[in-house]
């Protein structure tokens, strides 16, 4: 299974560019998801990035195809509320769209819409989504048997809840908080990468 790492959105720009480089040889994706951050301080901490040594092609930009097109980021993560997908691959088909959603209806949608990948979620509790139910697993298992695309679980994962994620055939998992909440984030990284690497 893949690792993708999602940022919280509440580190600075030198913060943030730190705990990536730190990560970088461990995950498979970077999803920048910084609501309250400019467009200019995106730019910033891409730069760092790349001075840092970190592939840009690992890097997926939420909901932010301006800075995406600008700086020459293959991926995007389109939330719901956000362009269609089916237009922005019409217009720049070399753009990997994945698209976030919460129920089976939604990810046949995105399918539909021409979406690369759906990010599902929240799977379990986190404190993300404080006074909102998860969505289950259940979902996920039903997901991947109606879906041709592939489905990433979010929401609540820790490293004990991998296997449960590999059992529903997930293609992989999204960490924020256990990652970027982390006393030590590289040591979190490393223990989801082993798990995603388990066989059973």
Same mark, same amino acid.
């Given at each position: *299974? ?7 959105? +509440? ?21 920048? !998801? ?5 467009? +200019? ?29 600008? *700086? ?26 994945? !698209? ?11 399918? !539909? ?29 039903? *997901? ?31 960490? *924020?908080?256990?990652?970027? +909440? ?5 040591? +979190? ?5 082993? !798990? ?5």
């Amino acid at each position: *299974m893949k690792l993708i790492a999602v940022t919280d959105d +509440s580190h600075s720009v030198e913060e943030l560019a730190s705990i990536i480089i730190q990560i970088k040889d461990v995950v498979d994706y970077v999803h920048i !998801r910084e609501r309250t951050k400019t467009c +200019s301080e995106i730019i910033s901490l891409l730069n760092l990035l790349k001075e840092g040594n970190v592939m840009m092609e690992k890097i997926v930009l939420n909901d932010r195809l301006d800075v995406a097109l600008l *700086m020459n980021i293959a991926n995007v993560q389109l939330p719901g509320h956000s362009l269609p997908s089916k237009d922005v691959k019409e217009k720049f088909p070399t753009i990997q769209v994945g !698209r976030s959603v919460h129920s089976i209806e939604e990810a046949k949608q995105a399918e !539909r819409e021409k979406a690369d990948y759906v990010l599902y979620g929240h799977c379990y509790e986190t404190n993300c989504k404080k006074g909102k139910a998860p969505n289950g697993i259940n979902n996920l298992i039903e *997901m991947k048997k109606e879906l041709q695309i592939p489905v990433y679980a979010i929401g609540g994962i820790t490293p004990d809840l991998v296997k449960e994620i590999r059992q529903a055939k997930a293609d992989g998992i999204a960490v *924020m908080s256990g990652i970027f +909440s982390s006393s030590d984030p590289l040591a +979190s990284a490393i223990q989801f990468y082993e !798990r995603c690497l388990e066989q059973q």
